[in-house]
């Protein structure tokens, strides 16, 4: 079954932890991105990586790191730094046209 | 960098009409793409449209796209309950490695 995976589907800090945000596919795809969506909004690019161990920033990559250690995976840590992290976050990989196939989203809350 | 503009915001019809969705873009794209979101869900890649192409069939959508006036709209046919979703258009440009989101038409059908 192929697809991309997110992990853990709700997330819960407290106010100056980092925290990880896992992502997973199996579609054999080069290009891996992350998102964010705001209630009511649409969806702002964090980070994106067209091959491994090389990303570029998107258009609200601060208080945000990731790494491209494998194909597979493409993890986002949403560190201390991020002003108003509690957000709804999508992470998503593409075709060569880019045709994005989504994740389910983690919620993640942090208070 | 918002490119895409959906319009309108929200749209209520009663199950078996029509609905129609537009989207306006702001500079030449490469591609136009439409997707759905369910509540609390992932996106879901409905439809791609090339900017050489003037309009495409995909069961109960359809969608055209006029570049001169830098616009495309979504019509989805004898609507169903289940099409209950917001609806995003996404663009890319020519050598450029991300698409970008419009902040979606929130349909709702009603029974």
């Known amino acids: 079954d192929g697809g991309i995976t997110q992990s853990p589907k709700y997330l819960f800090r407290k106010e100056g932890q980092n925290v990880t945000l896992s992502c997973e596919q199996n579609?054999?795809?080069?290009?891996m991105y992350w998102y964010r969506q705001d209630p009511g909004q649409g969806l702002r690019l964090i980070y994106y990586?067209?091959?491994?161990?090389?990303?570029q920033k998107g258009d609200i990559a601060e208080g945000y790191s990731v790494s491209r250690e494998k194909k597979e995976s493409f993890p986002l840590t949403v560190t201390s730094a991020q002003k108003n992290p509690t957000a709804f976050y999508l992470c998503?990989?593409?075709?060569?046209?880019?045709?994005?196939?989504f994740g389910p989203g983690t919620r993640l809350t942090v208070t | 960098s918002q490119q895409g503009e959906e319009d309108p915001q929200a749209l209520s019809i009663q199950e078996g009409e029509n609905a129609t969705m537009n989207c306006s873009y702001k500079?030449?794209?490469?591609?136009l793409q439409w997707y759905r979101q369910n509540s609390g869900r992932g996106l879901v890649h409905l439809i791609l449209?090339?900017?050489?192409?003037r309009e495409k069939h995909s069961g109960r959508l359809r969608v055209t796209l006029d570049t001169s006036k830098k616009s495309s709209s979504l019509l989805i046919t004898a609507s169903r309950a289940a099409d209950t979703a917001s609806y995003f258009c996404?663009?890319?440009?020519?050598?450029?490695?991300?698409?970008?989101f419009g902040k979606g038409t929130r349909l709702h059908i009603l029974p």
């Open positions: 449209i090339r900017s050489n192409e």
């Open positions: 990586s067209q091959i491994v161990n090389d990303f």
């Open positions: 996404a663009t890319d440009r020519w050598r450029d490695d991300k698409i970008i």
């Open positions: 998503a990989s593409s075709t060569s046209s880019y045709e994005q196939y």
């Open positions: 500079t030449s794209i490469n591609n």
């Open positions: 579609l054999n795809h080069d290009a």
